[in-house]
């Protein structure tokens, strides 16, 4: 029999609380995290708007931050999330915890990219019009901070968490795109479920709240552009909707092994009962029309988790707010779940703090977590016109409650990268 693998501590830094309880708090009140970017001028851009963690400070968590000056918010996310999500599952100040067998599997993105400084250098190696590359990569070496540079990479931050934890055992990091910290949760739990470790940090992070990663998703007119009023601009599966809202942040939860966990008197918020992961295989950018990816990789959390269509009590849905994915998703749970799925509640709590993209998965299975602990389940804020192509049930503008003891969540990303995860009450 394959070991069982249960969640016994979890934290975050998201848009709407930099904690479990502010973060849910949050939700429960329907608050929006979308806002006016402040971190450089977004004026001239088509999308001026975006979802970012406010008022962040590493020192508040560690005390060596200064170790740390080099990195990205991504980085200090990670740290801050993963800081309180040790502290939770009480595993901080165990002494006898065998670093060999404690890893790290993180679905963490790229640092910031340094586009002042790249367009800087480009306007001062230009001469007649054209870029000197010569002079352009002399100034770049003469220029570029080599510290800066090297935590930009995103395998950084897994071992940056390694080293703050003393994780000696397996350190791994996929960039799947949206799916990755949902991938890197489900890898890990592979990776415990077989016996290559008995505790597993896990998640994402990640901020792409810069110009070029504005830009890109502008060109790729996958943005809302709903200037009038950013706190409604993410209104997945309503008929309105224009495009998702970037956002940035971390999540992070500590996978243990059922019995590790047990005789360590631990407490267990649920336990990860399903895997699914899936390709597209079709387009860079596009999901398949029929769902073709998305509906196996549904299929296979359910039957890894060995559970029927009738027994999801909560669909946390990728749900971005984009035309093509919330319609492709909605069909795709039809298809998984046949007459079950309209009996099923939906949300998406992209709805109130935008897309955290790589990280976005994460965040969305801490959410199913603390709706199985607290029998409540997030709202779809902004829902008021009725889409005919999206016909499942919402959970429009309002929380709800409801016994929950079994939730699925999933992560599509672009190329065609799916994940869905299935979470349960934990039963011994």
Same mark, same amino acid.
């Given at each position: 029999?394959?070991?069982?693998?249960?969640?016994?501590?979890?934290?975050?830094?998201?848009? @709407?609380?930099?904690?479990?309880?502010?973060?849910?708090?949050?939700?429960?009140?329907?608050?929006?995290?979308?806002?006016?970017?402040?971190?450089?001028?977004?004026?001239?851009?088509?999308?001026?708007?975006?979802?970012?963690?406010?008022?962040?400070?590493?020192?508040?968590?560690?005390?060596?931050?200064?170790?740390?000056?080099?990195?990205?918010?991504?980085?200090?996310?990670?740290?801050?999330?993963?800081?309180?999500?040790?502290?939770?599952?009480?595993?901080?100040?165990?002494?006898?915890?065998?670093?060999?067998?404690?890893?790290?599997?993180?679905?963490?993105?790229?640092?910031?990219?340094?586009?002042?400084?790249?367009?800087?250098?480009?306007?001062?190696?230009?001469?007649?019009?054209?870029?000197?590359?010569?002079?352009?990569?002399?100034?770049?070496?003469?220029?570029?901070?080599?510290?800066?540079?090297?935590?930009?990479?995103?395998?950084?931050?897994?071992?940056?968490?390694?080293?703050?934890?003393?994780?000696?055992?397996?350190?791994?990091?996929?960039?799947?795109?949206?799916?990755?910290?949902?991938?890197?949760?489900?890898?890990?739990?592979?990776?415990?479920?077989?016996?290559?470790?008995?505790?597993?940090?896990?998640?994402?992070?990640?901020?792409?709240?810069?110009?070029?990663?504005?830009?890109?998703?502008?060109?790729?007119?996958?943005?809302?552009?709903?200037?009038?009023?950013?706190?409604?601009?993410?209104?997945?599966?309503?008929?309105?909707?224009?495009?998702? @809202?970037?956002?940035?942040?971390?999540?992070?939860?500590?996978?243990?092994?059922?019995?590790?966990?047990?005789?360590?008197?631990?407490?267990?918020?649920?336990?990860?009962?399903?895997?699914?992961?899936?390709?597209?295989?079709?387009?860079?950018?596009?999901?398949?029309?029929?769902?073709?990816?998305?509906?196996?990789?549904?299929?296979?959390?359910?039957?890894?988790?060995?559970?029927?269509?009738?027994?999801?009590?909560?669909?946390?849905?990728?749900?971005?707010?984009?035309?093509?994915?919330?319609?492709?998703?909605?069909?795709?749970?039809?298809?998984?779940?046949?007459?079950?799925?309209?009996?099923?509640?939906?949300?998406?709590?992209?709805?109130?703090?935008?897309?955290?993209?790589?990280?976005?998965?994460? @965040?969305?299975?801490?959410?199913?977590?603390?709706?199985?602990?607290?029998?409540?389940?997030?709202?779809?804020?902004?829902?008021?016109?009725?889409?005919?192509?999206?016909?499942?049930?919402?959970?429009?503008?309002?929380?709800?409650?409801?016994?929950?003891?079994?939730?699925?969540?999933?992560?599509?990303?672009?190329?065609?990268?799916?994940?869905?995860?299935?979470?349960?009450?934990?039963?011994?």
């Amino acid at each position: 029999m394959r070991r069982r693998v249960v969640v016994t501590g979890m934290g975050c830094m998201t848009p @709407v609380g930099k904690t479990l309880d502010t973060m849910w708090d949050s939700m429960m009140e329907c608050r929006s995290g979308i806002d006016w970017i402040s971190y450089f001028d977004a004026s001239k851009f088509p999308t001026k708007f975006a979802s970012q963690v406010k008022d962040f400070d590493l020192k508040n968590y560690i005390d060596n931050a200064e170790r740390f000056k080099y990195a990205g918010r991504n980085i200090h996310f990670a740290i801050g999330a993963a800081t309180e999500a040790m502290n939770d599952s009480g595993l901080q100040d165990m002494k006898n915890l065998d670093p060999s067998t404690f890893g790290v599997y993180l679905g963490a993105g790229e640092g910031a990219q340094d586009f002042n400084l790249f367009m800087g250098l480009i306007a001062q190696a230009r001469v007649d019009d054209e870029v000197d590359l010569e002079a352009f990569a002399r100034l770049g070496m003469e220029q570029l901070h080599a510290e800066s540079e090297l935590e930009q990479e995103p395998n950084m931050t897994a071992g940056h968490l390694a080293s703050l934890f003393n994780a000696q055992g397996p350190n791994m990091n996929c960039l799947t795109a949206c799916a990755a910290s949902s991938q890197a949760i489900g890898e890990a739990t592979e990776m415990i479920r077989r016996g290559d470790a008995n505790v597993m940090i896990s998640g994402g992070a990640h901020s792409m709240i810069h110009p070029f990663g504005l830009t890109g998703f502008n060109l790729l007119t996958a943005l809302s552009t709903h200037n009038e009023n950013p706190q409604e601009a993410s209104r997945p599966f309503d008929k309105n909707r224009d495009g998702f @809202v970037l956002g940035e942040g971390a999540g992070i939860l500590i996978l243990e092994e059922l019995e590790h966990a047990q005789a360590r008197g631990a407490k267990i918020y649920g336990e990860l009962a399903g895997y699914g992961s899936t390709a597209d295989a079709y387009r860079v950018t596009d999901i398949h029309p029929e769902g073709r990816g998305a509906t196996a990789c549904i299929r296979m959390a359910l039957n890894d988790a060995g559970v029927n269509t009738d027994s999801i009590d909560y669909i946390n849905a990728h749900g971005t707010s984009t035309k093509v994915n919330d319609q492709v998703e909605t069909l795709a749970c039809k298809q998984a779940l046949g007459e079950y799925a309209q009996g099923t509640p939906v949300s998406s709590i992209k709805s109130m703090m935008g897309h955290l993209i790589a990280a976005a998965g994460s @965040v969305e299975a801490i959410t199913c977590l603390l709706a199985i602990n607290r029998n409540v389940l997030p709202p779809t804020i902004n829902y008021e016109t009725p889409d005919p192509v999206c016909d499942l049930d919402y959970i429009a503008n309002q929380p709800r409650e409801t016994q929950v003891t079994t939730c699925l969540s999933n992560s599509f990303g672009f190329g065609g990268q799916n994940v869905s995860l299935i979470f349960r009450e934990f039963a011994a």
